[in-house]
């Protein structure tokens, strides 16, 4: 242990406390022993530190001022790891100004779905880019002295029901797909802390999952950092600190801590364990103490705005430009069309939110470029529906343009933590527009501004589209830097683009509003489906164009890397992200038609050429067998692919391993789906064999992680009330077009996260008693109410004392709660 001098002079009461969060973003300071607060604030996109006295985790406060860089799919789409490093370095910074000591992010989850509502703080659907960005983060943020906190760890790919959701999946999926970014990530940048998602895999709370946090993330990756819980996301933190969980958070109460003690006393909870995970906490505080404490007293503002203009750029991806319509010349006469042109969507909604130190918009800038403006309309009704005049004005405005340049967009509820999308088209009224103004002046350009996919039929009338992803608080300069041509376009897709939703193998299931998301579809997520099942997509994986071109030649491999060359053959400087697929056409173990496994983006003037070179290792060939619980490799011959996207390869080697001769693991199981990639619709049979246990049923119970949106099912009126009050806020909500995060929040809650997220008004036992209430313990106050009658008391009486039956148990516990809390402040 680092700390165990500290750890010794501890009593257990102290050391119970350190476990858990003071305030909603501060650990407990103890002081005369050394060990001071230290803040933790989000990410992933820019700091959000509520310096205040009301800090909330959803973002409803205020925050202080900070650089809104490009989000999570932004950045991963410049594949360009030494830039991500630069705006975590940057981010870092911001936060040690801020005195924050674990900035929490990056965010790495895999985007299994396009409708995942948190799709844009993630990276990709492929693990490999997902960890080797969120390592280059972390690596850039931790350079300052304090910590970075990849999140959410793990199989944490849908919103709907996020707090009690049952991520169920078979072992080969969770190693090879969900949890490798996150081995990367550890393993490569040694990040000083992780958080827990909120989910259960397996049926085990993530927080309190000894297989996800003991067996693989400490034993199998070494990490010896801190293991934060999501804000609420503790079950049973007795259950936590006992498999490897640190910190719960936000500020659970001293009731929390009363259960960890009482666990230790009973032996239900080791000292030792608790011991250890005190350790981590104290050596967390004290080791960002020093970065702190050397933190400049401001970051320079306009350096960081230029340098997430520079990332906007960069993330740009050009998906269509016919006849070379961009970049435009000077003095181009612009027509900027869209709502998005004036008020930039460049952030998503949620927790990662960030008040941003200015935002620029492309109507304010298009005067600093050599382009001429013919003028400004929105076009469009921002949140949908039909706008005749604003239709009108956009076409005659059109109609005196050289070029229409046109922002398109999703709007601010269609992409917020806690809910997902509701479909993958782009609100009709703009799909509209592009078709009517394309018909008045083809000459048209869209700015695509969304943080994850969108159907995309309208592009066919357009002749060039830019894809913005959210590009940031500088997002707009980045985007006219490539229009103009000042940057080359050089980012590519780290997301496939499906045709429509349906061919997306988990899109009959998905979101999962039952107590289980099922991950049927097992590996076969994003190119992993569609090139094996070979369904063809809009755009693949990988893809993006260039105002130049490149030419692959001279590819050699081994199984320990492969070198190749790269020339810019075209008349502009730009840069390439060349990639590296592995693939295996003659296999006995079912696997996915090819997968990346290295990548690299190099920056070449006109006519120059480079050697690249990708190194291998054994896990580029590896699959996980799940009969030996291991990484085995398949002897035989593999084809190292290298290309310009998943679909357009350029070069292909062939390299032959011997294989580690291990059984095939699937001997004597049908999983005749899994061979085919035939998995948009498992039955439960198949579904089951990859498991290697029946699925799991699916009932709702009345429990204490019931949902305040499964309160129907109850049988209390009073809860029946809550349930339709908050069902019409979420509705409303979702007519307005404007994300309430609160609503959704408590929608999605656990009636045991109250006991957690009332700052310690209420704990376990005020959440027995509402248990009590759901179960139906309010009708026994009919009773009273039929014997007031009875008595002539009269029927108000009656129902004061049906309600006094219903309140006195809760207030009871509550008050018993205070009590307790007090006696055990007394002791620290
Ligand atoms: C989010 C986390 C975030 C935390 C603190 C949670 O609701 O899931 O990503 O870091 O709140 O704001």
Redesign the pocket.
């Known amino acids: 242990m680092r700390h165990a001098d500290i750890i010794a002079r501890l009593t257990l009461e102290q050391k119970c406390v350190l476990l858990q969060g003071a305030k909603p973003f501060g650990t407990w300071p103890l002081d005369r022993a050394g060990v001071p607060q230290m803040e933790f604030s989000?990410?992933p996109s820019g700091v959000r530190h509520q310096a205040g006295e009301h800090a909330d985790?959803?973002g409803l406060s205020g925050s202080e001022p900070a650089t809104c860089f490009p989000t999570a799919v932004t950045m991963a789409n410049t594949w360009d790891e030494e830039l991500e490093e630069r705006v975590g370095a940057a981010m870092g910074q911001e936060a040690a100004v801020q005195k924050v000591g674990t900035l929490?992010a990056p965010?790495l989850c895999i985007k299994r779905n396009p409708l995942c509502g948190r799709n844009f703080e993630y990276f990709s659907e492929d693990p490999l880019v997902s960890g080797k960005m969120a390592a280059a983060f972390v690596r850039g943020v931790q350079s300052n002295g304090i910590a970075a906190c990849p999140?959410?760890f793990a199989v944490n790919s849908q919103e709907t029901r996020r707090q009690a959701s049952d991520s169920v999946l078979d072992e080969r999926t969770l190693r090879e797909i969900y949890l490798a970014g996150f081995e990367t990530v550890v393993r490569e940048s040694a990040p000083q802390t992780i958080?827990t998602s909120y989910n259960l895999v397996n049926g085990t709370y993530a927080n309190e999952n000894k297989h996800l946090l003991k067996d693989i993330l400490r034993d199998e990756w070494g990490f010896d950092g801190a293991v934060v819980t999501?804000?609420g996301g503790s079950n049973d933190h007795a259950a936590g600190v006992a498999a490897g969980s640190t910190f719960e958070m936000p500020a659970p109460g001293l009731g929390e801590a009363r259960q960890l003690i009482e666990a230790v006393r009973s032996g239900r909870l080791a000292e030792k364990d608790v011991d250890e995970r005190v350790d981590e906490a104290i050596e967390l505080v004290l080791a960002t103490r020093a970065g702190l404490e050397a933190a400049p007293a401001a970051f320079d503002a306009e350096a960081h705005h230029a340098l997430a203009r520079e990332a906007a750029a960069e993330g740009c991806v050009l998906l269509k430009n016919e006849g070379g319509l961009l970049p435009l010349a000077p003095r181009t006469r612009v027509a900027l069309i869209g709502d998005f042109a004036k008020t930039p969507r460049y952030q998503g909604a949620g927790?990662s939110a960030v008040n941003s130190t200015r935002v620029d918009s492309l109507l304010d800038l298009v005067g600093e470029t050599e382009l001429e403006l013919a003028g400004y309309e929105p076009g469009f009704e921002r949140h949908g529906g039909e706008n005749r005049a604003k239709l009108d004005a956009a076409l005659d405005l059109a109609r005196h343009a050289d070029v229409v340049l046109l922002a398109l967009g999703l709007d601010e509820i269609a992409e917020t933590?806690g809910a997902e999308r509701r479909t993958m088209a782009l609100n009709a009224n703009q799909v509209e527009l592009v078709r009517a103004v394309a018909q008045v002046n083809p000459r048209v350009t869209v700015l695509l501004s969304a943080g994850s996919v969108v159907e995309s039929g309208w592009m066919a009338d357009v002749p060039a589209v830019l894809y913005c992803a959210l590009g940031g608080q500088a997002g707009a300069g980045g985007a006219l830097d490539v229009v103009c041509g000042r940057v080359c376009p050089s980012g590519k897709l780290t997301e496939t683009w499906p045709r429509r939703l349906a061919d997306v193998p988990s899109s009959a299931s998905y979101p999962a509003e039952g107590l289980r998301a099922e991950y049927r579809e097992g590996l076969y997520v994003g190119y992993r489906y569609f090139q094996t099942a070979n369904v063809p997509v809009a755009f693949p994986f990988g893809f993006g164009l260039s105002y130049t071109n490149f030419a692959y030649s001279d590819l050699k491999a081994t199984d320990h890397g492969a070198t190749f060359t790269v020339t810019n053959t075209g008349s502009c400087a730009g840069a390439e992200v060349a990639q590296l697929y592995v693939a295996k056409p003659e296999h006995e173990v079912f696997r996915p038609e090819q997968e990346l496994r290295g990548f690299a983006r190099v920056e070449l003037a006109p006519g120059e050429s480079r050697t690249v070179e990708i190194e291998l290792d054994e896990r580029a060939f590896s699959y996980f067998n799940v009969a030996t619980g291991r990484w085995e490799i398949e002897g035989g011959i593999y084809e190292i692919r290298v290309g310009a996207s998943s679909e357009d390869i350029r070069l292909v080697a062939e390299v032959e391993l011997a294989g580690t001769g291990a059984p095939d693991p699937y001997e004597g199981v049908d999983v005749t789906p899994y061979e085919t990639a035939d998995v948009t619709d498992v039955d439960d049979a198949h579904f089951s064999a990859l498991l290697g246990r029946p699925v799991p049923d699916d009932a709702p119970r009345i429990e204490p992680n019931m949902c305040f949106r499964d309160l129907n099912y109850g049988r209390s009126a009073i809860l029946w009330a809550v349930w339709l009050v908050l069902r019409s806020r979420v509705r409303a909500m979702e007519r307005s077009g404007v994300s309430d995060i609160n609503t959704l929040f408590i929608w999605n809650m656990p009636l045991r996260a109250m006991g957690i997220m009332t700052g310690g008004i209420t704990d376990k036992g005020v959440v027995d008693a509402l248990l009590r209430e759901v179960r139906g313990f309010g009708w026994g106050g009919a009773v009273l109410l039929v014997l007031a009658l009875a008595l002539g008391w009269g029927p108000l009486v009656g129902c004061l004392l049906w309600l006094a039956w219903i309140v006195v148990p809760l207030v009871g516990a509550a008050l018993l709660n205070l009590v307790r809390n007090a006696a055990l402040a007394r002791k620290l």
């Open positions: 989000d990410g985790h959803l929490l965010g999140k959410h958080m999501d804000w927790s933590e």
